[in-house]
T-cell receptor, first 119, second 117 residues
Framework: AQKVTQAQTEISVVEKEDVTLDCVYETRDTTYYLFWYKQPPSGELVFLIRRNSFDEQNEISGRYSWNFQKSTSSFNFTITASQVVDSAVYFCALSEAGFYGGATNKLIFGTGTLLAVQP | DAGVTQSPTHLIKTRGQQVTLRCSPKSGHDTVSWYQQALGQGPQFIFQYYEEEERQRGNFPDRFSGHQFPNYSSELNVNALLLGDSALYLC????????????????FGPGTRLTVL
């Protein structure tokens, strides 16, 4: 069975601190997809990144970076120099691959990590 | 370019009633998925529609049903409402890849907050 674990329920940091959100996943599939979404208080899930299981290269996008390690089944998310606008709930999610290898988008979400960035 | 839209924003129903939620996908998207998010939890997959058919289903009872229209918009129907159905219902849309059987990344709408009293 597929499962996503986000052990950190809440994290509080002061603005400009770096923060890492942990994500550990379980799957028996060899092809799968991992995602991070941000959910601000408005409720809408905002897509941040999608990564397939064959691409272990770390990715950086501005202040955001992601570390994918298949050996430990982890897909961690780091925010550098956090800002108050980063305050939100962050979800890690897993999707199995479809018949042709793409994501089915039947997402299995973790329980989320509430990040509070204090000014 | 309009994103995913959902209506209504909020809804209050009583136990035993029926409810219909609506979703319009992002322009160019043809696949719609529905999720239920209880307070303090991650979203849970209900089902996915493509070509007006239910393609995948999560672990939800038959009280949850859906429909997709030729213009790709979708409805989620919940019958015989229970208190436990109170949640944020999220719609997500994506585009089926030309090779079939898989989709591009999906984008979510703002959700419908359903309260069952």
């Amino acid at each position: 069975a597929q499962k996503v674990t986000q052990a950190q329920t809440e994290i509080s940091v002061v603005e400009k601190e770096d923060v890492t959100l942990d994500c550990v996943y379980e799957t028996r599939d060899t092809t799968y997809y991992l995602f991070w979404y941000k959910q601000p208080p408005s409720g809408e899930l905002v897509f941040l990144i999608r990564r397939n299981s064959f691409d272990e290269q770390n990715e950086i996008s501005g202040r955001y970076s992601w570390n994918f390690q298949k050996s430990t089944s982890s897909f961690n998310f780091t925010i550098t120099a956090s800002q108050v606008v980063d305050s939100a709930v962050y979800f890690c999610a897993l999707s199995e691959a479809g018949f042709y290898g793409g994501a089915t988008n039947k997402l299995i979400f973790g329980t989320g990590t509430l990040l509070a960035v204090q000014p | 370019d309009a994103g995913v839209t959902q209506s209504p924003t909020h809804l209050i129903k009583t136990r035993g009633q029926q409810v219909t939620l609506r979703c319009s996908p992002k322009s160019g998207h043809d696949t719609v998925s529905w999720y239920q998010q209880a307070l303090g939890q991650g979203p849970q997959f209900i089902f996915q529609y493509y070509e007006e058919e239910e393609r995948q289903r999560g672990n939800f009872p038959d009280r949850f049903s859906g429909h997709q229209f030729p213009n790709y918009s979708s409805e989620l129907n919940v019958n015989a409402l229970l208190l436990g159905d109170s949640a944020l219902y999220l719609c997500a849309s994506s585009r089926q890849q030309s090779s079939g059987g898989s989709t591009d990344t999906q984008y979510f709408g703002p959700g419908t907050r359903l309260t069952v009293l």
